[in-house]
């Protein structure tokens, strides 16, 4: 894979860590939504989103999907696989080197 690649898996899977520290807080407070960070692989991005922990959880069944902002969609890795409305977008990595290694870094599959 090449270094770009690998930059962009790095700073997804590190947005995703973040998120699941806020999923985690969110609900030992019992909260039904959160303000996520956006999982894109701009390093400047700090946008945050209000989504449900219904709908995070939904993100995070796959491990190569990711919640962004929807005007932060890579056309050239990922593809929408849900939008709501203004609010986020649920992507999935198509480029097969990145998703082979977010799914590598993901912190629920065993072999992370
Ligand atoms: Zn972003």
Do not use: W
């Amino acid at each position: 894979m090449n270094a770009q690649d690998e930059r962009i898996a790095r700073n997804e899977a590190l947005f995703r860590e973040v998120n699941e520290r806020i999923a985690e807080s969110a609900q030992r407070f019992e909260s039904h939504e959160a303000e996520f960070v956006c999982e894109c692989a701009d390093q400047e991005s700090t946008e945050r989103m209000e989504v449900t922990v219904d709908e995070y959880e939904r993100a995070r069944a796959d491990g190569a999907h990711f919640l962004l902002r929807p005007g932060h969609v890579d056309s050239r890795v990922e593809r929408v696989v849900e939008h709501r409305g203004g609010r986020f977008a649920i992507v999935e990595k198509f480029n097969t080197a990145i998703a082979r290694m977010v799914r590598k870094l993901d912190p629920r599959t065993e072999s992370a």
